[in-house]
């Protein structure tokens, strides 16, 4: 499949995975109320080495961090000691999240037990997330992972994980993240990043 976003599809050829439209249909999301995936989860046994590749077919920078995600809860049991590496960036106008297979969870290594890289999840930033959840409930996609922190009105960030793999091979997330009631973008900080990364090489390299 070729798309508008030749970045996109250069790294998806490379990773040999599908895009989102090969898998999941956009009157699915529509019909659940639901905007379209923005991001794609790729689960993979080395981050470094998928970064690097997606880097060098023109994606990115990516920021690659390991972190202890908040309140990870796992099919109802709070799990108080995973560990997650990602790397975060864009592909054109969609965003790439690589994932390790994590520490204390099982929920990025099972999708790797015969592969090195897989197509995990789709992302899905909106707000509304509990008329969503109720949605996906009904379509019959429980949700197996929840997380995210919560201070007053000010910082508001709510992910959760729903198994939709019987029908479509992957997991959806949505991602509410809002300050203030108003919706909170990720992509700016990791655009604003990328930016400075590339700034950064140019004046190494001169």
């Not at 970064?51 to 994606?59: F, M, N, T, W, Y």
Request: net charge neutral.
């Amino acid at each position: 499949m070729e798309t508008s976003n030749h970045v996109l599809d250069r790294v998806l050829k490379d990773l040999s995975l599908p895009h989102i439209e090969e898998r999941l249909s956009r009157d699915f999301f529509y019909q659940l109320g639901s905007r379209f995936p923005q991001q794609y989860g790729i689960a993979c046994r080395d981050v470094a080495a998928c970064v690097r590749r997606a880097e060098a077919l023109g994606a990115g920078p990516f920021l690659h961090t390991t972190m202890s995600p908040p309140n990870w809860v796992e099919n109802g049991e709070r799990r108080r000691n995973c560990e997650l590496e990602f790397a975060l960036g864009y592909a054109g106008d969609a965003q790439i999240e690589f994932l390790g297979p994590g520490k204390g969870t099982q929920h990025y290594a099972r999708a790797l037990v015969d592969t090195d890289i897989a197509f995990h999840h789709v992302g899905i930033y909106q707000r509304g997330i509990e008329t969503l959840t109720s949605s996906l409930a009904r379509a019959g996609y429980p949700m197996v992972i929840r997380g995210g922190i919560s201070i007053g009105t000010a910082l508001s960030i709510d992910f959760r994980y729903f198994d939709s793999r019987h029908d479509h091979g992957v997991y959806l997330e949505v991602l509410d993240f809002n300050s203030l009631g108003m919706q909170l973008s990720v992509e700016p900080i990791i655009r604003t990043y990328s930016a400075a990364v590339r700034s950064l090489n140019r004046l190494r390299r001169h």
